[in-house]
């Protein structure tokens, strides 16, 4: 009776076992058979409620009672020590486990009728030693427990086959196999939804599963939404004991990983509140500590980092978790200046790490390459390091696992970048020419490694690797000047530029390339209409997904079934993809195209007017390489705290207060200013010649508008008067503009783009009717601080000038709607658009342009960055004429994260955008002298340049600060809006005349 209800109603099935086991006890049973399977059932009872030592007692007595018996039955004495190697398991004494499954395999031969039994060992030895990490082993069992479900009566078995199919992905992602993995997934979903239902548990597990093998392939957009949904099933089935905190660890961890530290600590609480078992709590507690850690809190950190360590000793931890409890108290160490205290853990790390996984595995790969960034980092000894870092690289070419996952490739590459950074070290230290060129020759290897990697990912997730492969590009760089320097070789200069290339922007260059292919490989207008129409469905999911999380009072039964649908979309969009590339060899020749342009290609661009300086800047080391007509020049500059709290100064105008200006202030601004020119735009050969210049700026070199740099530092006046109008800027003798880097500024995506065609302007201008609140100077200013957007009293003013002097439409006030602007935009060869934005620096695709709120909601006026990825545009220019649309936050790898980059992946060549909050008649006027020049046929950064000096020449005092006319730049491409050369030569006379009358009022005031 309690044998048949036991799989289907499992508290009426325990009961009656009770009574069993009660029974047992009272009447003193005789029968050794029936007394056997009493024990078995009753271990098989303490198993299921956690009590395994007590199971472990109750399955030896069957056993020994089994064997006792005049004949022993091989079958059922295997039968308990298979239970009795999962109760060894659930213990996670591993080695127990595998003598108990082992004597199994010698209970029951292979032509035994008990296949389920053969079967279900089989399966056990292969969890096991997937657990251990003796993968390669792990799938061979996984194969053989494959055979026999293929071969016998048990494939009848639904949900026999469901559970194989599960654990089945499970091995496949552990080898690597995450194709394999996604296949048996969707197998064992497609059995529990037939047998149970959509919702049942297990589903949850899958989709867990589905999530970490989306995390192991950098995929984490997907890895959230798999484990959202896994979050939801497991609230609805109210396990919250085990599931809901454990999915919670697991998003906790994806946060981490993606740097949202915050959210992170969010996860990780809530996970706790749920008082799970000591296991789960002690995973949550390290997930705290190393949230706190990045977030810079380390009393936090170490009262977490200290539990964990107390955890470790309680009942019922896996003995796996010390190897990492360990790792990561050691990287604390680190960070809190206790190298040495940290070395101790690492090796205690180590030697958990060989208990459990013997002596060649990838986990004493990963550590044994840390233990050599101590010796590099910490100590400064390269020679010791080195030794280390060739001993990890050794257990990872010798490591047993058929295919590495995207994860594992990661840490691999780590071991062979500690190799490269060692030698630099050992050249460095010794002086031998030997040690640089094999660094050179190791830094080559592992960034074509990363690279490999880095195609295979989606944008987002290449940001996060960006971060790994910044300081790799940095360091290569570094050792090709020495190179360079030491040798005279030009073509280490070559290959430092395309390091310097490939270190920037690669996420937006590899999505540019993906479009290009698009629109290229002459795919079918009903492909291409498809893949148009899921990504632009996916776009708006993603918005109304995002507006409802930001809402006080989010509905929770509307957010799960957007996580799902928005999977779903995505799962269409990738097999789409995947189509396309097959069918279409030239679309994925174009899309994965890895190369970046070179110096000659560079070179071959420009005209003889023209100079194009590319920097890298690192903690320590400005690198600058600067092409033109007289040739390249490769430089480095160290760099200290003088030079960081200059340049710190300089962004820092945009809190410019006017009215607290004083000579102080005048003279640290010119300080300053001097300083920086020297280091990033002296001896570059500028000072004799009006070269207009394409800048390719660096980490917080991004912010900083190079136009305001003086080329000296004129000493002050006998009157000591503020005169910012009179200094000697960059601009006045140099156009400048600004690009993500040059494969991207001369990117064929761009050529499309006719410069001779249609110049017709649309201006958008949105009425706003919130509280104005006072900007930094004046009020009206664009402010981005506060959802309760204020009105913009010259915006319209601005919009309809600015569309008229070009013969254009002006849409303003409540006709200013964002599905206007996405339904008309493509029609316009200029766009201009004079409105608010919100800069969202955690989440910067959700930074957002602010059109009319027409239907007075959270989603109608907002126009994110992902939408303007999927706009079809046409414009040659777009001016973002609204406050910081060129500010927003610094990712390494990748550079600044602007509502910018959305228009260059619609393939807008040129843009104009402000660095900070624009004081709106200053910006008016100087976006009417602006289009007046293109108008005239100047080149889009002469006439920048020439707006920015007529605003300066006719400005007061106050209004001279190069607060009001430096925050308009221009990134990207430069050629006339207007095919007018004899205008432009005129303007190249004045320009030459002007620079002469400025330089002599400059002369006479220093003279004075």
């Known amino acids: 009776m309690a044998d048949s209800l036991e799989s289907k109603h499992q508290e009426e099935a325990d009961s009656l076992l009770l009574q069993v086991f009660q029974m047992a006890i009272t009447h003193q049973i005789t029968d050794s058979v029936l007394l056997a399977d009493i024990y078995h059932r009753q271990g098989k009872y303490f198993d299921r409620h956690q009590k395994y030592k007590d199971a472990l007692l109750s399955f030896d007595k069957s056993i020994s009672i089994k064997i006792n018996i005049s004949v022993p039955d091989s079958a059922l004495i295997a039968q308990?020590?298979?239970?009795?190697?999962?109760?060894?398991?659930?213990?996670?004494?591993?080695?127990?486990?595998?003598?108990?499954?082992?004597?199994?395999?010698?209970?029951?031969?292979?032509?035994?009728?008990?296949?389920?039994?053969?079967?279900?060992?089989?399966?056990?030895?292969?969890?096991?030693?997937?657990?251990?990490?003796?993968?390669?082993?792990?799938?061979?069992?996984?194969?053989?427990?494959?055979?026999?479900?293929?071969?016998?009566?048990?494939?009848?078995?639904?949900?026999?086959?469901?559970?194989?199919?599960?654990?089945?992905?499970?091995?496949?992602?552990?080898?690597?196999?995450?194709?394999?993995?996604?296949?048996?997934?969707?197998?064992?979903?497609?059995?529990?939804?037939?047998?149970?239902?959509?919702?049942?548990?297990?589903?949850?597990?899958?989709?867990?599963?589905?999530?970490?093998?989306?995390?192991?392939?950098?995929?984490?957009?997907?890895?959230?939404?798999?484990?959202s949904n896994a979050l939801d099933i497991y609230i609805e089935n109210l396990d919250f004991e085990t599931g809901v905190p454990r999915t919670l660890y697991n998003l906790g961890s994806f946060s981490i990983r993606t740097g949202n530290y915050s959210e992170a600590l969010l996860y990780s609480k809530q996970g706790l509140s749920y008082s799970p078992d000591n296991d789960l709590r002690l995973l949550l507690t390290l997930n705290l500590a190393r949230s706190y850690k990045l977030l810079d809190q380390p009393d936090e950190a170490n009262t977490h980092y200290r539990q964990t360590l107390q955890l470790l000793k309680l009942e019922n931890i896996s003995k796996t978790r010390a190897t990492k409890v360990y790792e990561q108290y050691a990287e604390f160490l680190f960070y809190s200046n206790q190298p040495d205290s940290g070395y101790l853990y690492l090796q205690k790390s180590l030697k958990e790490s060989r208990r459990l996984y013997g002596p060649l595995s990838n986990q004493n790969a990963q550590l044994i390459t840390t233990i050599g960034d101590y010796f590099l980092d910490n100590k400064e000894q390269p020679d010791s390091a080195l030794l280390y870092y060739r001993k990890a690289i050794t257990l990872w070419n010798n490591s047993d696992s058929l295919q590495l996952d995207n994860y594992n490739k990661t840490l691999k590459s780590k071991a062979f970048a500690g190799e490269a950074r060692s030698l630099a070290a050992l050249a460095k230290k010794t002086g031998q020419l030997p040690h640089l060129l094999q660094s050179e020759k190791a830094f080559g290897k592992v960034l074509d490694q990363m690279l490999s990697l880095s195609l295979t990912l989606s944008t987002e997730n290449k940001l996060v690797l960006g971060d790994m492969l910044k300081p790799l590009y940095q360091q290569a760089i570094g050792v090709e000047y020495l190179l360079f320097k030491k040798t005279g070789d030009i073509a280490y200069l070559h290959k430092a530029f395309k390091f310097a290339e490939s270190a920037k922007s690669a996420a937006l260059l590899a999505s540019v390339n993906t479009q290009y292919a698009l629109k290229t490989a002459d795919l079918p207008d009903k492909v291409f209409n498809f893949e148009n129409q899921i990504k632009n469905e996916m776009a708006t999911l993603q918005r109304i997904l995002a507006a409802e999380k930001e809402k006080k009072t989010p509905d929770e039964r509307k957010i799960p079934y957007y996580n799902h649908r928005l999977l779903g979309l995505m799962n269409r969009y990738d097999s789409l993809i995947h189509q396309i590339e097959i069918e279409y060899p030239k679309y994925y020749e174009l899309k994965y195209n890895s190369g970046v342009a070179g110096v000659q290609e560079i070179t071959d661009h420009l005209n003889m007017n023209e100079v194009f300086i590319e920097y890298e800047l690192t903690d320590t080391t400005l690198y600058r390489i600067l092409l033109g007509p007289s040739g390249t020049r490769f430089d480095a500059t160290r760099v200290d705290s003088n030079f960081f709290d200059a340049l710190t100064r300089l962004i820092s105008l945009k809190n410019t207060h006017i009215e607290v200006e004083n000579r102080q202030r005048y003279s640290q601004f010119k300080q300053d200013a001097h300083l920086v020119y020297n280091l990033l735009l002296g001896n570059a050969g500028l000072e004799t010649n009006?070269?207009?210049?394409?800048?390719?700026?660096?980490?917080?070199?991004?912010?900083?508008?190079?136009?305001?740099?003086?080329?000296?530092?004129?000493?002050?006046?006998?009157?000591?008067?503020?005169?910012?109008?009179?200094?000697?800027?960059?601009?006045?003798?140099?156009?400048?503009?600004?690009?993500?880097?040059?494969?991207?500024?001369?990117?064929?995506?761009?050529?499309?783009?006719?410069?001779?065609?249609?110049?017709?302007?649309?201006?958008?201008?949105?009425?706003?009717?919130?509280?104005?609140?006072?900007?930094?100077?004046?009020?009206?200013?664009?402010?981005?601080?506060?959802?309760?957007?204020?009105?913009?009293?010259?915006?319209?003013?601005?919009?309809?000038?600015?569309?008229?002097?070009?013969?254009?439409?002006?849409?303003?006030?409540?006709?200013?709607?964002?599905?206007?602007?996405?339904?008309?935009?493509?029609?316009?060869?200029?766009?201009?658009?004079?409105?608010?934005?919100?800069?969202?620096?955690?989440?910067?695709?959700?930074?957002?342009?602010?059109?009319?709120?027409?239907?007075?909601?959270?989603?109608?006026?907002?126009?994110?960055?992902?939408?303007?990825?999927?706009?079809?545009?046409?414009?040659?220019?777009?001016?973002?004429?609204?406050?910081?649309?060129?500010?927003?936050?610094?990712?390494?790898?990748?550079?600044?994260?602007?509502?910018?980059?959305?228009?260059?992946?619609?393939?807008?060549?040129?843009?104009?955008?402000?660095?900070?909050?624009?004081?709106?008649?200053?910006?008016?006027?100087?976006?009417?002298?602006?289009?007046?020049?293109?108008?005239?046929?100047?080149?889009?950064?002469?006439?920048?340049?020439?707006?920015?000096?007529?605003?300066?020449?006719?400005?007061?005092?106050?209004?001279?600060?190069?607060?009001?006319?430096?925050?308009?730049?221009?990134?990207?491409?430069?050629?006339?809006?207007?095919?007018?050369?004899?205008?432009?030569?005129?303007?190249?006379?004045?320009?030459?005349?002007?620079?002469?009358?400025?330089?002599?009022?400059?002369?006479?005031?220093?003279?004075?």
């Open 690 to 1008: 009006d070269h207009r210049i394409t800048i390719v700026p660096d980490g917080l070199l991004g912010y900083l508008p190079f136009e305001i740099l003086i080329e000296s530092n004129p000493p002050a006046t006998t009157s000591g008067e503020i005169d910012y109008c009179n200094l000697p800027y960059v601009i006045i003798h140099h156009p400048i503009s600004y690009a993500p880097s040059g494969t991207l500024k001369y990117n064929p995506f761009f050529s499309k783009k006719d410069q001779n065609g249609i110049n017709n302007m649309l201006a958008f201008a949105p009425l706003y009717q919130g509280k104005s609140k006072p900007g930094k100077v004046e009020e009206g200013a664009r402010s981005n601080q506060s959802h309760d957007f204020g009105s913009l009293p010259y915006a319209k003013k601005e919009a309809v000038e600015v569309s008229a002097l070009m013969n254009g439409k002006a849409i303003t006030d409540s006709l200013a709607t964002k599905e206007t602007f996405k339904r008309i935009a493509g029609k316009y060869g200029l766009l201009h658009l004079a409105m608010h934005t919100h800069i969202n620096d955690t989440l910067p695709m959700m930074s957002k342009l602010v059109f009319y709120d027409e239907k007075n909601d959270s989603l109608s006026p907002y126009l994110n960055i992902y939408e303007i990825y999927g706009l079809s545009l046409n414009a040659k220019q777009v001016t973002l004429s609204a406050c910081n649309t060129g500010s927003g936050k610094f990712k390494k790898g990748e550079g600044i994260m602007s509502l910018a980059r959305g228009f260059l992946f619609a393939g807008v060549p040129s843009i104009v955008m402000t660095l900070w909050e624009v004081q709106d008649e200053n910006g008016a006027l100087l976006m009417n002298n602006y289009y007046q020049f293109l108008k005239d046929g100047l080149p889009k950064d002469v006439a920048l340049q020439q707006a920015k000096i007529s605003v300066l020449k006719h400005a007061n005092m106050a209004k001279s600060h190069p607060f009001f006319w430096s925050s308009y730049v221009l990134m990207g491409d430069t050629t006339p809006i207007v095919n007018n050369q004899k205008n432009y030569a005129l303007w190249i006379g004045g320009l030459i005349i002007i620079g002469i009358i400025l330089f002599y009022s400059f002369r006479k005031q220093t003279h004075d």
């Open 80 to 227: 308990s020590y298979n239970y009795k190697g999962i109760a060894y398991m659930r213990l996670y004494y591993f080695d127990s486990a595998l003598i108990c499954f082992n004597q199994v395999l010698e209970l029951l031969s292979e032509e035994t009728k008990f296949k389920r039994d053969l079967y279900d060992v089989n399966l056990n030895i292969g969890i096991t030693h997937a657990i251990t990490g003796n993968y390669d082993k792990a799938y061979s069992y996984f194969q053989k427990a494959y055979n026999i479900l293929q071969t016998s009566d048990i494939v009848k078995d639904s949900l026999l086959v469901a559970g194989f199919y599960l654990n089945y992905g499970l091995m496949a992602t552990s080898v690597g196999k995450t194709n394999e993995a996604i296949e048996y997934y969707a197998i064992s979903e497609e059995y529990y939804k037939n047998i149970r239902s959509e919702r049942y548990i297990t589903i949850a597990a899958i989709n867990t599963n589905k999530g970490m093998n989306a995390y192991y392939n950098y995929d984490f957009p997907k890895a959230k939404l798999f484990t």
